[in-house]
């Protein structure tokens, strides 16, 4: 049976009440296509990639790098396993159809600097707003959160986690040059932000990656709803 078969039959298995369980086997297909594609469809359902915002990667290969990808400027609650595109480390376009994003060096740059196997990228209401919001102090800071632990490598809510935010840039050349840098300064860093724009994590894995994304995000509405709490002379 075909992949797109597949996939099918496993959709009209599941019924709309069902539809969470049915599709937490895509996340765990091992078929990368379809992985990555039930990701990208799942946050933008979210409401983290709306338009044809955000963009998400998976390594195909490492040598030669290639990275699975959707296509630039597609909505992404519309990407289908046969809709993703193959890129190099130059950005271009080695099999699909489609443009490659020009955020793509920036995926490039992390898997080459983390080892990461996948990278998601959001721009959600809640980190475009808080990207912009501590862009001066050049950080966001979480602590003290039982949730924290669901970020790879943390034991304990008794810890801090800094997830970096860099100007937002088009010039994506330096850009992804200022992200290797970061990235060789601070290997353990879960996430970076770029200011007015969205966070960028990764993981060893999809799974692990998307599980970021969800933790990421859940503390940014968090902290956002912590701002609110606190008179607007003490927020800090
Ligand atoms: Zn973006």
């Known amino acids: 049976m075909s992949q797109k078969k597949a996939a099918r039959t496993k959709a009209t298995k599941s019924t709309p009440r069902s539809a969470p369980a049915a599709s937490s086997k895509g996340l765990h297909s091992s078929d990368l296509r379809e992985a990555l594609s039930w990701t990208i469809t799942d946050i933008h359902a979210q409401g983290w990639a709306r338009g044809t915002?955000?963009?998400?990667?998976?390594?195909?290969?490492?040598?030669?790098?290639?990275?699975?990808?959707?296509?630039?400027?597609?909505?992404?609650g519309l990407i289908e396993p046969d809709t993703l595109i193959e890129v190099n480390e130059a950005a271009q376009v080695v099999a699909?159809?489609?443009?490659?994003?020009?955020?793509?060096?920036?995926?490039?740059?992390?898997?080459?600097?983390?080892?990461?196997n996948a990278v998601l990228h959001t721009h959600s209401v809640f980190g475009t707003l808080l990207s912009a919001y501590y862009a001066p102090r050049g950080e966001i800071v979480f602590s003290g959160y039982e949730m924290l632990k669901g970020l790879e490598n943390i034991q304990s809510h008794e810890t801090r986690?800094?997830?970096?935010?860099?100007?937002?840039?088009?010039?994506?050349?330096?850009?992804?040059?200022?992200?290797?840098?970061?990235?060789?300064?601070?290997?353990?860093?879960?996430?970076?932000?770029?200011?007015?724009?969205?966070?960028?994590?990764?993981?060893?894995?999809?799974?692990?990656?998307?599980?970021?994304?969800?933790?990421?995000?859940?503390?940014?509405?968090?902290?956002?709803?912590?701002?609110?709490?606190?008179?607007?002379?003490?927020?800090?």
Do not use: C
């Open 53 to 76: 915002g955000g963009n998400f990667s998976a390594v195909r290969r490492r040598q030669p790098l290639t990275l699975l990808m959707a296509p630039s400027s597609v909505d992404k």
């Open 96 to 116: 699909g159809n489609g443009r490659a994003s020009a955020e793509t060096l920036l995926h490039v740059a992390i898997v080459q600097a983390t080892g990461a």
């Open 161 to 236: 986690v800094s997830l970096p935010v860099l100007p937002n840039s088009q010039n994506m050349a330096q850009l992804s040059q200022q992200v290797r840098d970061m990235l060789q300064r601070h290997p353990d860093l879960h996430g970076l932000m770029l200011a007015g724009h969205g966070l960028y994590t990764w993981g060893e894995s999809l799974f692990q990656a998307r599980r970021h994304v969800e933790i990421l995000e859940f503390f940014f509405e968090l902290t956002y709803q912590r701002l609110m709490l606190i008179p607007p002379h003490r927020r800090g």
